[in-house]
């Protein structure tokens, strides 16, 4: 089956910081979502995102389905963006979402 | 719409006692899926409905685990008898089938087997 690797595995940042978290993913994809984990355990969309750039104030997401990686942008971190950000795709001939290990972030103030 | 919902938002019982998790889907969404998230094992599928109808138990740890969709409107995962290698936090996930369309959480339920 596919498989879905993020780097990095864990990553600690200073407020105001800015990050770039990755997704690389072994076969072709019919879409691709990240969602972050808070620290109180729920999880929460942030892009729907098959190929492209989005953006949603600080975050933005870019994916290349066409070389297998997706990038998630954070800007100015803040606090509040600590938690662990999951990649998931759709493979081409799948059936569900196949998740990424995530990606553990902790801003510091 | 409120999202998809989950009851009861936290769980503690003893070993051997049955457990009962519920889930509504966001309305007009036709795909269910109940996983479950431990710190060793990370998201793990569970099940999957496909207009009320299970298509893929495979991540089903074993027999004491029971999933049912009686209607559009509300599935639950049942474990009986609990042992305590069942405490985790269990999700349940929505989405319209037909195609990769995009995928929603509940809050979890957070099942602790003393």
């Known amino acids: 089956g596919i498989q879905v690797e993020q780097s990095p595995p864990d990553l600690i940042l200073q407020e105001g910081a800015n990050s770039t978290l990755r997704c690389n993913f072994s076969d072709s994809v019919n879409n691709l979502q990240w969602f972050h984990q808070n620290p109180w355990g729920q999880l929460i969309n942030l892009f729907y995102i098959p190929s492209g750039t989005k953006q949603n104030g600080r975050l933005s997401a870019t994916t290349v389905a066409t070389e297998r990686y997706s990038l998630l942008y954070i800007s100015s971190s803040q606090t509040t963006d600590s938690g662990v950000y999951f990649c998931?795709?759709?493979?081409?001939?799948?059936?569900?979402?196949?998740f990424g290990p995530g990606t553990r972030l902790s801003v510091l103030p | 719409d409120a999202g998809v919902i989950q009851s009861p938002r936290h769980e503690v019982t003893e070993m051997g006692q049955e457990v009962t998790l519920r889930c509504k889907p966001i309305?007009?969404?036709?795909?269910l899926f109940w996983y479950r998230q431990t710190m060793m094992r990370g998201l793990e599928l569970l099940i999957y409905?496909?207009?009320?109808?299970?298509?893929?138990d495979s991540g089903m740890p074993e027999d004491r685990f029971s999933a049912k969709m009686p209607n559009a409107s509300f599935s639950t995962l049942k474990i009986q008898p609990s042992e305590p290698r069942d405490s985790a936090v269990y999700f349940c996930?929505?989405?319209?089938?037909?195609?990769?369309?995009?995928?929603?959480f509940g809050p979890g339920t957070r099942l602790t087997v003393l």
């Open positions: 409905f496909n207009n009320n109808v299970p298509i893929d």
């Open positions: 996930a929505s989405r319209t089938s037909g195609g990769a369309n995009e995928q929603f």
């Open positions: 998931a795709v759709f493979p081409l001939d799948g059936q569900n979402f196949v």
């Open positions: 309305s007009g969404h036709n795909s």
